[in-house]
């Protein structure tokens, strides 16, 4: 009976540790996100990818279909070649949709973002994205309004000084 | 000077004569190893007294930390405005880093401890020198299931204390302090990888037991066997255990997680 008693609880203890396990991979981590493994994936070139990562987003309307799947460098066009893996259920978008890096808020993860177009033909497999828009790196922006700024002072200046 | 120098010399020479002692033993445990599979019996009754007797602390310190975590990671992220992210917080840090490293910590304490006051109270009361009598090698009938069960649970005691820090984190963050429950966790599942951080967690508990469980026996085989000796033996248990589980866990997470 001891024997028996003791045999139980090594099987609770056990049972215990891979219920965690499993709760630890499918509740806390992505696993449940990557089960939609088929899918197809079309490229997009950008300019500037700004702080973009794989795994990321990529989304309609808000709504995440897909991630990126990899982002290598193009030293023909010195353009960043970007693959997205999109969900196998989301294959409507029109083969002019266009791609853009987004960011999450001001200070969150970037993002691709599709805006669908009105082609009747859809993206399949190997299809590339012709429409796509940089990322905005802030720094370039603050630059350019500091720049606008200042010629603008500049002229206000000349403007008053006579 | 050269009295000092040569304690500094005899101190040394003794802790590598020390290491190579517990390194041939770890061959010789690893080497009874496969004689369990017939006798599995031994193993479940050191899963008993190692797994399921440090379950309780286990559950109740996880409970406690990922609470902790929960209220001070939300105290520190609402003042930007991201107490959203404290889902990922917890699971992060507790995955990666607390999950195995304080339950290694408290496996030391808990087991470890009783494994060396154990095999040393055998050796000072020479049971073990007894069974070597009879002709029953005491490294497979004593400390093979012992170093086998230490590893086994350790991973499992991990993975309940994450889980349960988890739940904890929970309770503290979306139950008290009014964090959204959806966002604690799609925050929580966007950023924690299964095979990055989960994953990487296990292994590091894995390699910590082993060194756990192989400090633990070998300390109490190696002990003085009077009743000062085994004490210290303990004591010497739970010391080294913190100082290796926490050194390795450095070069683990340099390993692992330093290149991104």
Known sequence: ?162 | MMDWLQRLGHSSLGVFERLGRGNLFLLRVLAAVPSLVLRPRLVIAQLYSVGVLSMTLILISGLNVGMVLGLQGYNTLVDFGAEESLGQVVALSLVRELGPVVAALLFAGRAGSALTAEIGLMKATEQLSGMEMMAVDPVKRVIAPRFLAGIFSMPLLAAIFSAVGVLGGFFVGVGLLGVDSGAFWSQMQAKVDLQDDILNGVIKSLVFGWVAAWIAVYEGYDAVPTTEGVSRATTRTVVHTAFAVLGLDFILTALMFGND
Do not use: C
């Open chain 1, 1 to 162: 009976m001891q024997k028996k008693n003791i045999e139980i609880w090594v099987g609770v203890f056990v049972a215990a540790g891979i219920a965690a396990l499993v709760m630890l991979a499918m509740k806390v981590s992505n696993l449940a996100a990557f089960t939609s493994r088929d899918g197809y994936d079309v490229i997009a070139h950008f300019e500037n990818i700004g702080g973009l990562k794989e795994r990321a987003a990529v989304t309609v309307a808000g709504v995440r279909i897909g991630r990126v799947k990899s982002i290598v460098f193009d030293d023909k066009t010195y353009e960043a070649v970007v693959t997205m893996h999109i969900d196998a259920a989301q294959n409507r978008l029109p083969l002019d949709t266009s791609a853009s890096i987004l960011t999450a808020g001001l200070l969150g993860e970037q993002y691709v973002s599709l805006e669908p177009g009105g082609d009747e033909k859809f993206l399949k497999q190997g299809d590339q994205i012709k429409l796509t828009q940089s990322a905005i790196i802030l720094e370039k922006m603050v630059g350019q309004f500091l720049f606008s700024k200042a010629a603008g002072e500049g002229k206000k200046d000349e403007g008053t000084a006579p």
